[in-house]
């Protein structure tokens, strides 16, 4: 990833980490954004989202994560990333290097504002809907009605429909189901490599298992199936 980041420090794109070079352990060394990472997202077995989490659902923070994200896709589409190794599969048509995991903890923000994204070792190259679709089902968000709910958010498609709006127009895209089912598509993919984890044992997403968070997610998927064509109409 030290590759993909120096490039954009050489873009001029400024909202995320800069490269150093690698510690005497061959680790990567990045420098530390000030901030603080966003968080509000209620599990399955969580209750509601807490008062001071509230301000991640603001719909002027989806204006600047729109801007913020066009910004490091139009960034991140001149690096050559051909013939290099990838965490994550390589998704076609390759428009950009997708962060790949465009969630409120992995982004950085000062006074209530989104300036950087952290957390790269899933950065691989794809569509800009891969990114774009994954965003809107973590920060619309994307839930079911019976999660926004428990976490006191709006249930309605409308407004939904309408916050989604928000983030491509900062983006820059008028809004379309196919950013819809490419996000679907990514989601589907994120479950599916969460099972192969708990297939392998691994200790933390068996742990999600147990707690029905992958079943839940399952149930996102299938709501936002339903619903992709009435949130690009409503």
């Known amino acids: 990833m030290l590759d993909l980041l120096r490039h954009l420090e050489r873009e001029g794109f400024g909202g995320a980490p800069r490269a150093l070079g690698f510690d005497d352990q061959g680790r990567e060394v990045l420098t530390y954004i000030e901030g603080e990472v966003g968080g509000g997202l209620p599990e399955a077995d969580t209750g509601p989202v807490q008062d001071a989490d509230h301000w991640v659902w603001r719909d002027d923070v989806l204006v600047h994560l729109g801007a913020l994200v066009r910004a490091y896709h139009d960034a ?22 997708c962060h790949n995991d465009l ?12 300036v950087a994204l952290i957390d790269w070792e899933s950065a691989a190259p794809g569509p800009r809907g891969w990114d774009l679709g994954y965003a809107a089902w973590r920060w619309v968000p994307l839930w079911h009605e019976e999660k926004c709910r ?17 983030l491509l ?15 679907i598509e990514r ?3 994120f479950l ?11 200790e933390w997403e068996v742990g999600l298992a147990r707690r029905g968070l992958l079943n839940e997610l399952a149930l996102e998927i299938a709501w936002v199936e339903e619903h992709a064509v009435a949130l690009v109409e409503s």
Do not use: C
């Open 76 to 97: 991140a589409a001149t690096f050559s990333w051909a013939g290099r190794e990838w965490q994550l599969e390589v998704r076609q048509p390759v428009e950009t290097v």
């Open 187 to 189: 989601m589907r993919q």
């Open 150 to 166: 428990a976490a006191g958010l709006p249930t309605s498609i409308a407004d939904k429909a309408r916050r989604f709006r928000l």
């Open 169 to 183: 127009d900062a983006y820059g895209v008028e809004p379309d189901v196919g950013i819809v089912r490419t996000g």
């Open 192 to 202: 599916g490599h969460l099972w192969k984890l708990v297939a392998e044992g691994a």
């Open 103 to 114: 969630s409120p903890w992995n982004t950085v923000f000062r006074s209530g504002v989104p």
